[in-house]
């Protein structure tokens, strides 16, 4: 199986999606009222495809797992871009940091980075931040089943496409797992292979501390689990063809 979306809840996908689009760089590929999907690609590295999902609830703060941006040199040029798009800047108690907290059009909170070596070959997107209650086991939760690699970073752990290239998907400490039902304004999806065998998958992801998630959103052709900290991720059937 392997990293296949990021996907965003949203009050408006195509406002939200468009404005994600445009600051990354990224290549429509379905825009239907109530979805948005674009495409992230990494020359030389990963595909990612950044899903945005209508919902009716706006989203609460201090979000599990959000988006950063890469600015570096050109981090000036980059909020500027942000605020034109319809972004915000954002105080959330930052102070003096080098990085720019930002808000996007719906309010969800993200980041424009410094330079840092780490962000170098990232891309456009940076990292992927994720709230992480044991970050060791959560670590190899993540890798062994997106076959993302360790990878240097700030952060206590992070994983990076085995291109060596790509987002960095850092682990966040934090003190104890999501206690809160509600689903993650943001989260991950997994997709099966079609070499892979679908029970074996879903019991590797139970053997490494993942949980099913009962959810009462209708019947839907992948199945929702949660990460040992409680972090939602979709497992989705292998493509046919």
Same mark, same amino acid.
């Given at each position: 199986?392997?990293?296949?979306?990021?996907?965003?809840?949203?009050?408006?996908?195509?406002?939200?999606?468009?404005?994600?689009?445009?600051?990354?760089?990224?290549?429509?590929?379905?825009?239907?009222?109530?979805?948005?999907?674009?495409?992230?690609?990494?020359?030389?590295g990963?595909?990612?495809?950044?899903?945005?999902?209508?919902?009716?609830?706006?989203?609460?703060?201090?979000?599990?797992?959000?988006?950063?941006?890469?600015?570096?040199?050109?981090?000036?040029?980059?909020?500027?871009r942000?605020?034109?798009?319809?972004?915000?800047?954002?105080?959330?108690?930052q102070?003096?940091?080098?990085?720019?907290?930002?808000?996007?059009?719906?309010?969800?909170?993200?980041?424009?980075m %410094? *330079?840092?070596?780490?962000?170098?070959?990232?891309?456009? #997107?940076?990292?992927?931040?994720?709230?992480s &209650?044991? +970050? =060791? $086991?959560?670590?190899?939760?993540?890798?062994?089943?997106?076959?993302?690699?360790?990878?240097d970073s700030a952060?206590?752990?992070?994983?990076?496409?085995?291109?060596?290239?790509?987002?960095?998907?850092?682990?966040?400490?934090?003190?104890?797992?999501?206690?809160? %039902? *509600?689903?993650?304004?943001?989260?991950?999806?997994?997709? #099966?292979?079609?070499?892979?065998?679908?029970? &074996?998958? +879903? =019991? $590797?992801?139970l053997?490494l501390?993942?949980?099913?998630?009962?959810?009462?959103?209708?019947?839907?052709?992948?199945?929702?689990?949660?990460?040992?900290?409680?972090?939602?991720?979709?497992?989705?059937?292998?493509?046919?063809?």
């Amino acid at each position: 199986m392997y990293l296949e979306n990021v996907v965003v809840d949203a009050l408006d996908p195509q406002r939200l999606g468009r404005f994600w689009e445009a600051l990354l760089g990224c290549e429509t590929l379905t825009d239907e009222p109530a979805t948005y999907e674009t495409r992230l690609t990494v020359p030389d590295g990963p595909v990612l495809d950044l899903c945005f999902e209508r919902v009716t609830h706006p989203p609460t703060p201090s979000p599990r797992l959000h988006l950063e941006v890469s600015g570096g040199d050109r981090q000036d040029e980059v909020v500027a871009r942000v605020l034109s798009l319809g972004g915000s800047h954002l105080d959330i108690g930052q102070r003096d940091v080098p990085w720019v907290v930002m808000a996007d059009p719906e309010g969800n909170p993200f980041c424009v980075m %410094e *330079a840092r070596p780490e962000y170098a070959v990232s891309g456009p #997107l940076s990292s992927l931040p994720l709230d992480s &209650a044991d +970050v =060791e $086991r959560d670590t190899r939760f993540w890798s062994e089943l997106s076959g993302w690699v360790a990878a240097d970073s700030a952060m206590p752990s992070a994983l990076r496409h085995p291109s060596g290239r790509g987002p960095l998907l850092e682990l966040c400490p934090e003190p104890a797992p999501k206690a809160a %039902e *509600a689903k993650n304004r943001v989260h991950l999806d997994l997709r #099966l292979e079609a070499s892979d065998d679908a029970d &074996a998958a +879903v =019991e $590797r992801i139970l053997a490494l501390g993942g949980s099913e998630f009962l959810h009462d959103w209708g019947d839907l052709p992948w199945r929702v689990f949660r990460d040992p900290s409680g972090n939602e991720v979709c497992l989705l059937p292998a493509r046919r063809g």
